[in-house]
């Protein structure tokens, strides 16, 4: 299918702005590596005014618990809604706004199908691996959530609530448990002179599910696209990375700390039924993407590319735009 007329809920946030950063790139490249975003129809929103770029379209300046139809109005005739708006820790937000906007998204869709009479569109959310806390093994859609901090307890009711919202009114459902992203992390994002780094008794730094920035644009693109998608789906690349695998890629300095008892040494997801999902819309260089172990040097680079200012990647950070376009356009992009 082509790419469906998308509504793009908290384009002001850490993802939204990489898509508004990415998603033009991808429509300006041709051949087998570009996604099918020529002349699709993407509606972004913002409770604030954002910094435009002159091939993105203007955000629609909103608040969707203030105005509700506002946000009706804005998904009508949309086929796809993704929900990147919410809550983080450490902002002074109201962490259950995870669960009040996945709502008010859910209850848009339906509202603006019955007006128009149109096919209601898919609900994609954003939620979190944090919704499976300290667990060891690798971790799938299907493993028990225990959440290990008032986050991923939010995103973990955010699912259960949008999801039986979404049953109850007819609106397909998908929550997105994404893993750390290259760079919008608190290691690499959150990195600063005299940076510590919690070190474990085997010597090792935290290991984690991650997925580089320009990967992660690529992969939304293509579940956007999708028609069928399951109500959970785990997404990341596979394999976990140590963060002091990232520092060091990025040639940053950081000092070792014991880890304190609360750490969680692990959390690795198990991608499968994503790739599975690739798979059967045909879509290879993205199963690709996934199948091998993630590269911490590649993700800096990508990381680079969708942040000029970044101190991360020195090659990158001087010519950003000729980075990523470089990086849409290599034949081995997901093998480097």
């Known amino acids: 299918m082509g790419f469906p007329v998308t509504v793009v809920l908290g384009a002001s946030g850490r993802i939204g702005r990489v898509l508004r950063h990415c998603w033009p790139e991808i429509v300006s490249q041709s051949g087998p590596l570009a996604a099918p975003l020529a002349g699709a129809e993407i509606r972004w929103q913002s409770r604030k005014p954002l910094l435009q770029r002159p091939e993105v379209a203007a955000p629609a300046l ?14 009508a005739g949309a086929e796809s ?10 902002r002074g937000m109201d962490l259950a706004d995870n669960t009040r906007l996945a709502c008010a998204a859910v209850q848009a869709a339906a509202r603006a199908a019955e007006i128009s009479g149109a096919p209601t569109a898919r609900v994609l959310l954003s939620s979190s691996a944090a919704v499976y806390g300290n667990q060891p093994g690798l971790l799938s859609e299907d493993s028990p959530l225990s959440p290990a901090n008032a986050y991923g307890a939010a995103k973990a009711e955010m699912e259960q609530q949008a999801l039986a919202l979404g049953q109850q009114l007819g609106v397909p ?15 690499l994002g959150g990195w600063q002179p005299g940076f510590t780094l919690d070190q474990f008794a085997d010597g090792r730094s935290p290991q984690r599910s991650y997925i580089g920035s320009v990967t992660l644009a690529r992969v939304l693109a293509a579940l956007v696209r999708q028609s069928d998608l399951p109500p959970l789906l785990n997404l990341a690349q596979s394999g976990a990375i140590e963060m002091a695998a990232l520092l060091r890629a990025a040639e940053l300095e950081f000092a070792w700390r014991p880890a304190p008892a609360s750490a969680i040494s692990e959390v690795e997801l198990d991608v499968s039924r994503l790739r599975q999902v690739l ?9 690709t993407a996934l199948s091998p172990p993630a590269n911490a040097a590649y993700m800096v680079t990508e990381w680079a590319a969708v942040q000029p200012s ?14 990523l376009q470089k990086l849409l356009q290599t034949k081995d992009f997901y093998r480097s």
């Not at 970044?310 to 980075?323: C, D, F, I, L, W």
Request: aromatic share 0%; with cysteine; hydrophobic share 45%.
């Open 310 to 323: 970044s101190r991360h990647g020195k090659e990158a950070a001087k010519n950003p735009v000729q980075t």
């Open 62 to 75: 909103l608040d969707p618990l203030k105005d509700p139809a506002g946000l009706v109005q804005l998904l």
């Open 279 to 287: 798979s059967e819309a045909g879509d290879a260089r993205l199963q």
């Open 173 to 187: 459902v998908t929550a997105l448990r994404i893993g750390n992203i290259a760079g919008l992390d608190a290691i």
């Open 81 to 90: 809604v993704l929900c990147l708006a919410g809550s983080i820790p450490g």
